[in-house]
């Protein structure tokens, strides 16, 4: 490696330039905000998955400790797996997607639409604030809200579908599960982990590990910053 190239890498605010100017490459760049989670050196596997669960669209594949973004560079669009053939309209033109239900504004959509709904849900904290977002419904479940803990139970059902449908897919060694949301702790990964094993051919789901990512807000930016070092070295 030339010294300045060597120099470049080292620079972490030079490497959030070059993410900036497009050094990362163009299939790469959706990837960003999961890279981190699925690539961190205590994850220890060689072939794992990360899934934003703010966005879903955003899961990085690591095989054989590589990025893998396909063809196109969209491998892993995990959000857009139909969960629910008769469900609502996706962004992507879809009907029923993963994102639909799962993504942080698909969870305050559904609580919303439930409180409307139900009138033993005003209950909640949550109905106190108009701008509650996702985070809130998690934060409000580790205190004990039920309803919150409800919702939050359900979206673990929805993720877990789609994880399992990844399993069985790439028999993969360790999902990484990142995003606000998961602030709630194991009120939401159990959930999440007892509908994959309900949904996971037994010998896929043998070998998972499902864990939450540990670098919330910060996955994204450093993601990008990793992968214009990558290209630039």
Wanted: hydrophobic share 45%; net charge negative; proline share 4%.
């Amino acid at each position: 490696m030339s010294d300045s190239r060597a120099a470049r890498a080292e620079s972490f605010d030079r490497v959030v330039d070059l993410a900036i100017d497009s050094v990362v490459r163009p299939s790469a760049a959706p990837h960003a905000p999961a890279v981190i989670p699925s690539i961190a050196p205590e994850s220890g596997s060689a072939s794992r998955a990360a899934l934003q669960v703010r966005v879903l669209g955003h899961f990085a594949i690591i095989l054989d400790g590589k990025l893998w973004t396909g063809a196109s560079g969209f491998a892993g669009e995990v959000g857009h797996i139909t969960i629910d053939a008769e469900g609502l309209e996706c962004v992507c033109g879809n009907t029923g997607c993963l994102e639909t239900v799962a993504s942080a504004p698909s969870i305050v959509r559904r609580a919303r639409e439930r409180l409307n709904r139900d009138s033993t849900s005003s209950l909640s904290r949550l109905g106190l604030n108009k701008n509650f977002t996702a985070d809130d419904v998690a934060h409000a479940a580790n205190e004990g809200d039920d309803f919150a803990l409800m919702m939050i139970e359900r979206t673990g059902k929805y993720i877990g579908t789609g994880v399992a449908t990844v399993i069985n897919l790439l028999n993969i060694e360790r999902i990484v599960l990142g995003g606000g949301v998961m602030d709630a702790g194991a009120l939401i990964l159990n959930p999440i982990i007892q509908e994959v094993k309900r949904r996971a051919f037994l010998r896929c789901f043998e070998v998972t590990e499902i864990v939450a990512a540990k670098l919330g807000p910060d996955a994204a930016p450093i993601g990008a910053a990793l992968l214009a070092r990558d290209a630039a070295v």
